[in-house]
């Protein structure tokens, strides 16, 4: 009697449908009403076409040209420069140049010192309200006046202050014996121009640095605190190894904007001087704006204007790849 043996048969994978066209693909991948989010974000999207983009790009086109009085009316009649506007405003051993150069070097010093006073007044305003106690509603009320006020209106404030004869600082200073009467010092003019527009800024500027830190504070929790007191940690070694690391990514943020607010600001040395700003307050953005729009050299004045936004972007970038590199050590 012979036994056969038959091997198991081994089941593949089922079969495959045929592979369906492209297009009917597409459309099983398609959910209902996927074209929804494409018309919300629409609007927005034509409107920052036509309110930035397109200006961008015609201030750009604007650069190359010798676009000034004579030719504002027909502006395809103005000549073509190149890189001309460009060679004159980085030509520093011209009039022109060097004035850009002293502008720009005006706009870092003012920069540095509102930015730096600032975050520091509003570090410091939050950590000392970041505990409970009587009052601190009324301080917090307080210290954001500056950044409630209309801006026009508080540097019209400021402004009338800073008058020699009928200004509340001179008034205050002569009472303290600090200048006599018939010699007050000007705020508006000569050197003392930049430290009125620094002082100013940093009343508009330093509230925001303090709402930010504010609400950064809440998210660090109490429990770091109390376990570092234990330890022996006084307020300060607090400060430096507890709030500094937990505020890292607001600091980020806050020392950015910042920075461009403050560098790219018109609107205090314009309504401050009344557009007759003296040199120690020759603020870019107001040199930008007198060389177009009162030298009407608008060629010139996009020309700067594009320097201007090349430079913010290297710095802008540099400050982010170092940012995040540091975030990337330290995770």
């Known amino acids: 009697m012979t036994v056969t043996t038959e091997k198991p048969t081994i089941a593949g994978p089922p079969a495959r449908p045929a592979a369906s066209s492209g297009s009917q693909r597409a459309k099983k ?8 989010p494409l018309v919300l974000i629409a609007p927005a999207v034509v409107l920052e076409l036509l309110i930035h983009v397109a200006p961008m790009l015609v201030g750009i086109w604007m650069s190359f040209i010798k676009l000034t009085q004579l030719y504002i009316a027909n502006w395809s009649a103005a000549p073509f420069l190149g890189f001309g506007n ?3 405003s980085l030509d520093f051993s011209g009039p022109q140049g060097a004035a850009l150069l002293q502008s720009f070097l005006t706009t870092c010093l003012f920069t540095i010192v509102v930015v730096g006073v600032s975050w520091s007044f509003g570090m ?5 309200l970041q505990r409970s106690f009587f009052g601190r509603g009324v301080l917090r009320t307080l ?4 950044y409630a006020v209309p801006m026009y209106a508080g540097i019209i404030a400021w402004k009338f202050m800073f008058q020699q004869q009928t200004g509340v600082i001179n008034h205050v200073l002569t009472s303290l014996h600090l200048t006599s009467a018939g010699h007050e010092p000007f705020w508006l003019i000569g050197s003392n121009a930049l430290p009125s527009v620094i002082i100013v800024a940093i009343w508009r500027t330093w509230p925001f640095a303090f709402l930010m830190l504010m609400a950064g504070l809440q998210s660090i929790p109490e429990d770091l605190y109390e376990a570092a007191a234990l330890d022996g940690a006084k307020p300060f070694r607090q400060w430096r190894s507890v ?8 600091n980020r943020v806050l020392l950015l904007v910042l920075f461009l607010w403050t560098f790219n ?3 205090t040395p314009f309504i401050l001087f009344g557009g007759n700003e003296p040199p120690a307050g020759d603020l870019i953005s107001i040199h930008i704006y007198n060389t177009s729009f009162v030298n009407l050299n608008f060629g010139f004045g996009s020309a700067m204007s594009v320097l201007l936004l090349l430079f913010l972007l290297v710095v802008t970038g540099i400050y982010l790849f170092i940012s995040n590199r540091r975030s990337d050590d330290n995770a």
């Open 29 to 36: 991948r398609r959910l209902p009403g996927w074209w929804l």
């Open 86 to 88: 460009y060679s004159v």
């Open 124 to 128: 410091a305003a939050a950590v000392a």
């Open 143 to 146: 210290f954001l006046i500056p």
């Open 243 to 250: 709030t500094l690391p937990g505020l890292g990514g607001v």
């Open 265 to 267: 600001d018109f609107n």
